[in-house]
């Protein structure tokens, strides 16, 4: 997303939930069809919201406007209307959603009904969505990765498999998320011994491990900080891997014992692991933890020898939005690995919105 992209959700934002919060549903319905790109998609967000009839009537309506940023429109409100209230016209939504997926002539409606599906978590639509995922036009695969995400059955693991392996990072890790929510759910109500047996195979697939210790986490803090204490001794790779998955969970509140504990082993780890696997997920993870300590170590790590690495403490620096990381965040932009460059030039610009959009100079 570019800059204008980000200003233009947030000016719809600011509108949805100011101005446009109190009009009158009919006012509402006709600005969905203004020129202005902010006006029609602040105008769809309030009435999501509402979930009335009449706009799901209006939407259907304006699905078959000859105009594309119409329809866009439309298929925007859909997937989402009524959020507050369970989607209630889902089952009349889906279909008409999907249709649009498979045969609009926009790749731009067809990328937004893809999104509105997902949304919705229109299993209707599963076969569609596959589909989706190989099409040719960017947006529309991304979507229907996203759109993937709470719908994951094991029929469709080879798909989910294919995002996850992706060269493209950013589309890969939809399919990371996806397994990470379906382990989340097939692993929930095991045995905490279970749990530990399951962290304790090397073999385990890193989305399970990694449901496996946020569960285990949310469920006996004490118990999983003993298991990343243990895990850390471990010489095998795969198995220290499991303390920046089990410290995602732990030290983040002021009120857990062993937070600078926790934070100090991470530091550690992003040091001097030997496996940069483990240096990577714990850059990672570290993006969650905010202190200067952490900030130092993490700068230090924008100069560790592997790209994956960097790759990742791009990410932490520009989550952390803290002033001190912009000079190491612009040295990465020329980083030589372009995989690294282009990336942290994404997060530079993300940095810059989030945090910096409103100072001088920004």
């Known amino acids: 997303m ?29 600005l969905l069809c203004d020129e202005d790109e902010v006006t029609g998609h602040a105008a769809a967000t309030a009435l999501q919201r509402r979930g009335e009839r009449a706009a799901f009537e209006r939407g259907v309506e304006l699905t078959r406007d000859e105009r594309v940023y119409v329809r866009h429109n439309a298929t925007f409100m859909l997937g989402q209307l009524g959020y507050k209230d369970g989607y209630p016209f889902r089952d009349e939504a889906a279909p008409l959603l999907e249709a649009m997926l498979n045969s609009d002539p926009s790749n731009e409606v067809r990328a937004s009904a893809a999104a509105a599906l997902g949304h919705l978590s229109a ?19 991304y979507c229907a990765a996203m759109a993937l995400v709470g719908m994951v059955t094991p029929e469709i693991f080879p798909v989910i498999e294919k995002i996850r392996n992706d060269p493209d990072g950013d589309f890969a890790d939809w399919g990371e998320i996806a397994m990470e929510i379906f382990y989340g759910e097939k692993y929930q109500n095991e045995a905490l011994e279970s749990l530990c047996g399951m962290l304790a195979d090397a073999d385990l697939d890193i989305a399970a491990r990694k449901a496996v210790a946020e569960i285990l986490t949310d469920r006996n803090e004490a118990f999983a900080w003993e ?4 895990f850390r001794q471990s010489v095998s790779a795969a198995l220290r891997l499991n303390v920046p998955l089990l410290a995602d969970g732990l030290g983040r509140s002021k009120e857990t014992p062993p937070r600078a504990e926790v934070i100090g082993m991470l530091m550690d780890m992003l040091s001097n692991d030997a496996d940069s696997g483990v240096r990577d997920r714990t850059a990672e993870v570290l993006a969650e933890f905010e202190g200067a300590e952490v900030l130092d170590s993490l700068i230090a790590a924008a100069a560790d020898p592997a790209w994956e690495v960097r790759h990742s403490v791009a990410f932490a620096l520009s989550r952390h939005g803290a002033p ?8 990465l932009c020329k980083d030589p690995d372009e995989r690294v460059a282009r990336y942290a030039r994404e997060r530079l610009d993300w940095m810059n919105m989030i945090f910096f959009k409103d100072k001088p100079g920004a």
Do not use: H
């Open 123 to 141: 299993t209707s639509a599963l076969d569609s969505l596959v589909r989706a995922v190989e099409d040719e036009d960017e947006n529309i695969r």
């Open 324 to 331: 001190e990381g912009v000079s190491p965040l612009e040295e």
């Open 227 to 230: 298991q990343a204490i243990a």
């Open 2 to 30: 570019n800059d204008e992209e980000w200003d233009n959700m947030y000016k719809a934002a600011e509108l949805s939930f100011g101005p446009f919060a109190d009009k009158p549903t009919a006012e509402l319905l006709d």
